[in-house]
């Protein structure tokens, strides 16, 4: 199985997991009399069952991501700086604090609003080629 295949199935495990953990909550206490649709200890086994494929899962595609994982870090921490500076506010000459307050306040910034955009588009330009090398060595390599 490649590596793309394995992470949409990976998913499909998480999502089978949580349904059966609501299976549990909502039918391990039942009125007295009350019919239970699903049977706990079976489903727990199922749960248990799922849980090991999960492992099993996760521990194939971490083995076989070693080669790549400084690609995953760097394309992780760029992601988060791509956002930090898109939320970064810039301040730079008069500007009035709050719509309330008539005062002026002056204020100078280092990092002026073109750079800022300019090192986002860089950093979304370096994720973007990131991204692809990921998304090949996905669809390329079997786990």
């Known amino acids: 199985?490649?590596?793309?295949?394995?992470l949409k199935h990976k998913?499909?495990?998480v999502a089978e997991l949580k349904m059966l953990r609501e299976r549990i909550e909502?039918?391990?206490?039942?009125?007295t009399g009350n019919p239970r649709p699903y049977d706990v200890t079976e489903?727990?086994?199922q749960l248990m069952a799922k849980v090991q494929e999960l492992v099993s899962l996760k521990?194939?595609?971490a083995?076989?991501?070693t080669v790549i994982y400084s690609k995953i870090f760097e394309l992780s921490e760029l992601k988060g700086l791509a956002q930090f500076y898109k939320k970064l506010e810039i301040k730079d000459g008069l500007s009035r604090d709050?719509?309330?307050?008539?005062?002026?306040?002056g204020y100078e910034s280092v990092l002026k609003v073109n750079q800022r955009d300019g090192l986002v588009v860089e950093l979304e330009t370096r994720i973007e080629v990131l991204q692809d090398e990921?998304?090949?060595f996905n669809v390329l390599t079997e786990i």
């Open 98 to 105: 709050s719509r309330y307050d008539e005062t002026l306040q």
């Open 59 to 61: 521990t194939r595609l």
């Open 11 to 13: 998913n499909k495990i």
């Open 1 to 6: 199985m490649k590596i793309a295949k394995a």
């Open 26 to 31: 909502e039918y391990n206490s039942v009125l």
């Open 43 to 45: 489903t727990q086994a």
């Open 134 to 136: 990921l998304d090949e």
């Open 63 to 65: 083995q076989a991501n």
